[in-house]
């Protein structure tokens, strides 16, 4: 891959997953449009800053105005992949009569709407690549086929949501030649799955890349784990 300047645009990129996804994507050579609301306090991200094959982008995925904006600034770049990884969970009061319907409303808007904000705005620079992949980052608890525990309402109803989403995604986007999964990255010791995670973000992000690896239009349409194993629907 470090031999030809590919590009990839990776949401959610100030932390997390998506800090490490950036990092990794660097060190490998490629160009990477690091995306999150405020980039001017992403300290984090700011330490990469001098690679010069990093790019800051502002962007707020629930704005469509700022989707549009980014858009218009990649126009004439193609975007070998899209990772969708902004993402909320939703706080406590997610069970069964104790739901905060505002913030449910409010994750439903970042999970599960802004991925496809962001796919539809950039389909065009995603399908004049070599790679033409778009992922979404989904999860284990978006499951209805493989579910035993109750709770998570929100978060695991935007989620759900969204796989249907990339299932659509990859349908309409097919003839164009362009790639869309879902993957699940795990439990992953971020500020959402908490310090007793399973996995560190260096794990799940060299996981999802390998993926990415292997991914392709006769792949699509698939919700997998970071380990490239199939998930269930």
Known sequence: MSEQAFTTVITGANRGIGFELSAQYLAEGWQVYACCRQPEAASKLQTLSANPALRLCQLDVTDWASVKGLAMHLASTPVDILINNAGLFGGDRQSF???DYDRWLQVLDVNTLGPYRVSTALA??????THRTIV???SSMASIQDYS????????SSKTALNMVTVNLAHDLKPRGITVL??????????????NAELDPEQSATGIRAVLEQSSVATSERFVSWENKTHPW
Request: cysteine-free.
């Open 97 to 99: 009569g104790n739901l």
């Open 124 to 129: 065009d620079s995603v399908a004049r690549s």
């Open 136 to 138: 979404n980052l989904s």
């Open 149 to 156: 525990s109750g709770g998570g309402y929100i978060y695991r």
């Open 182 to 195: 879902a993957v699940d990255p795990g439990w992953v010791r971020t500020d959402m799955g908490g310090p």
